[in-house]
């Protein structure tokens, strides 16, 4: 019979994304015999990340402080202000060195099948963040999913209706990419979306 503590540890590492009951009693299994040092590091930075760890009062994001380094920056353009949906997301942007101005992370994306909508995404607060006078362009970088584009939509239209520029990031063919491998849906977006030759 398995203890219940275990049960209890296995029930909780199935809240991670992706992890079944199978995975979650491997993972379990293994902190508790192979690795005690590792699960009790693992409880300490869960437990130090959750008390220490809030969300920045102008972006949105992750942070320890009240606002966090990037909103911080005198360096950064803040008459852009770019929409993710994620922490993850705004990461990669800042990867693709393309951009210097500030976010806002929408913490998620409407999806009325899961429950979420405008209120759920505290849309007010970007509201007052894209209305304060300094901004002005609001890049949507939501994913080209469903939700992700029923999201730019609703975006655009409250945004624009306050005279607000917005513009969404362009989608197409990849760095590297070959036609013969790309999807048609990708490759008929490259071509409504394609752009004249600088001379």
Avoid: W
Wanted: hydrophobic residues 35%.
């Amino acid at each position: 019979m398995t203890p219940s503590s275990l049960e209890t540890l296995i029930e909780a590492l199935r809240c991670l994304p992706g992890v079944g009951p199978k995975s979650a009693q491997r993972m379990a299994y293994y902190l508790l015999q192979r690795d005690r040092q590792g699960a009790q590091h693992l409880a300490e930075s869960l437990e130090t990340a959750l008390q220490a760890i809030r969300h920045c009062q102008r972006c949105n994001t992750f942070t320890e402080a009240e606002v966090c380094e990037r909103c911080a920056s005198p360096k950064r353009d803040a008459s852009l202000l770019c929409v993710v949906e994620t922490p993850v997301d705004m990461n990669m942007m800042e990867q693709s060195h393309a951009y210097n101005g500030l976010y806002y992370v929408l913490m998620g994306r409407i999806s009325p099948l899961d429950g979420i909508g405008p209120r759920e995404l505290k849309l007010d607060r970007l509201l007052a963040r894209a209305c304060d006078g300094v901004v002005r362009e609001v890049i949507l970088a939501t994913n080209y999913t469903n939700e992700g584009e029923a999201t730019a939509h609703y975006l655009s239209e409250l945004l624009k209706s306050r005279g607000i520029g917005v513009s969404r990031i362009a989608r197409g063919v990849p760095v590297g990419g070959e036609l013969e491998y790309v999807d048609s849906g990708t490759l008929a977006q490259a071509v409504r979306e394609r752009r004249p030759l600088a001379d």
